[in-house]
């Protein structure tokens, strides 16, 4: 069993963020990385990415921190082995989770076609 060190939810309206995508399509590129990108297409792809957005904040909100920490793109929404939804990050965010002791984050995502949500708990080794 590990300490926990500290959770983080977000909840995006899914409308508002395709809106915001529509005006400035290098918003795509400057929040996903092409593997997100690439598993959020189809019908389903805004409820996808609107999740995705929410665990990218959540997770700053389990590490203590607020928007421009670290770059949206440092928090990556993978796919585990067995088929849930993990956490990879990278550059800023990395170094900030390892500087807090954070041994590992776990990472919930649901959605409806109107809202997304994303709940993320920060763990310490024990």
Known sequence: ???LL???????DV???????????GLLDRV???????????ARA???LAARFAAKEATMKALGVGLGAFAL???EVVTARDGRPALALHGAASALAQARG????T???SHTKQLATAVVVAQAAP
């Open 1 to 3: 069993m590990s300490d």
């Open 6 to 12: 500290g959770v983080g939810i977000d909840l995006v």
């Open 15 to 25: 409308g508002r963020l395709s809106s915001a995508i529509e005006r400035r399509p």
């Open 32 to 42: 996903f990385t092409a593997a997100e990108r690439a598993t959020s297409s189809g």
């Open 46 to 48: 805004p409820e996808r």
């Open 73 to 75: 793109r440092d928090v």
């Open 102 to 105: 954070v041994a590992g984050l």
């Open 107 to 109: 990472v919930s995502l």
